[in-house]
């Protein structure tokens, strides 16, 4: 089993910027391929980015392509995504998952273990 807490969502301005954290915990953390998803309100939710265990590989929707960066401490449990220039649809509650996929996987049904989530909420 891996549990995963998110944190570092809030309340920001267009244009401004948050950086989410996810700790993971019980097994090991590095051989997993590490995501973010997120959900806004009555909408599906939907792949943000993926990074590979060594890092060396990571995946964006394309609307954020060029403002967020996913990246990996794997000494710490931890990945973290840099949102940067962010705008009032990125608003929704953001999901950490872990799992086995190929880090080019977008599909939430590959990723076995998600935290609870963290809300982020951009105002215009």
């Known amino acids: 089993q891996v549990q995963l807490v998110e944190s570092g969502g809030g309340l920001v301005q267009a244009g401004g910027s948050l950086r989410l954290s996810c700790v993971a915990s019980?097994?090991?953390?590095?051989?997993?391929?590490m995501a973010w998803f997120r959900q806004a309100p009555g909408k599906e939710r939907e792949f943000v980015a993926a990074?590979?265990?060594?890092?060396?590989?990571?995946y964006y929707l394309d609307s954020v392509k060029g403002r967020f960066t996913i990246s990996r401490h794997n000494a710490v449990n931890t990945v973290y995504l840099q949102m940067n220039m962010l705008r009032p649809e990125d608003t929704a509650v953001y999901y950490c998952?872990?799992?086995?996929?190929?880090?080019?996987?977008?599909?939430?049904?590959?990723?076995?273990?998600w935290g609870q989530g963290t809300q982020v909420t951009v105002s215009s």
């Open positions: 019980g097994r090991t953390f590095s051989g997993y391929t």
């Open positions: 998952a872990a799992g086995f996929a190929v880090a080019s996987t977008t599909l939430s049904s590959k990723y076995n273990y």
């Open positions: 990074i590979s265990w060594r890092g060396d590989l990571t």
